[in-house]
């Protein structure tokens, strides 16, 4: 005995342009009841605390370098580096987030510049290595560093 199952072409295409509405609307309500925080922008690009580690994962995807610049509070060679760190964050303020992080445990300050082209980690730096780093690991770097090379 043979079972013959007759459905006609235009229910099965009914039946698969149902699926994709459905399948449409459910998207937009699984999508609508998944809230993730949005992560704020700091309203200063010179903090002084350390910045969440997703948003500056993000921050360094849309081209931002982050510095992170730790230092003991009674420090006097770190006033030079903190001068430099600023100036840079100032001039370059759509391109860098500066950290500024106080730590007396620290012996010497410690500056980490970071990028989506890599990480530099400079301890007791002078304004030369910093403006090195800078030239090396920023999305555009300022024009002294072509005139250097």
Do not use: H
Request: charged share 20%; aromatic share 10%.
């Amino acid at each position: 005995m043979k079972l013959k199952l007759r459905i006609k072409p235009a229910w099965i295409g009914l039946f698969l342009i149902a699926v994709m509405l459905l399948s449409t609307f459910a998207y937009a309500i699984l999508q609508s009841s998944n809230t993730r925080p949005n992560a704020q922008l700091p309203t200063s690009n010179i903090v002084d605390y350390r910045l969440d580690s997703n948003l500056k994962t993000t921050l360094m995807q849309y081209g931002f370098t982050i510095v992170t610049f730790e230092y003991k509070k009674d420090c006097v060679d770190c006033i030079n580096q903190k001068y430099t760190l600023e100036a840079f964050a100032k001039e370059f303020n759509k391109q860098i987030y500066l950290e500024e992080i106080v730590d007396n445990s620290l012996n010497k300050s410690r500056v980490t510049i970071s990028s989506i082209y890599g990480e530099d980690s400079l301890i007791d730096a002078n304004d030369t290595a910093i403006t090195s780093s800078f030239c090396k690991l920023m999305s555009s770097p300022p024009v002294a560093c072509a005139l250097k090379q």
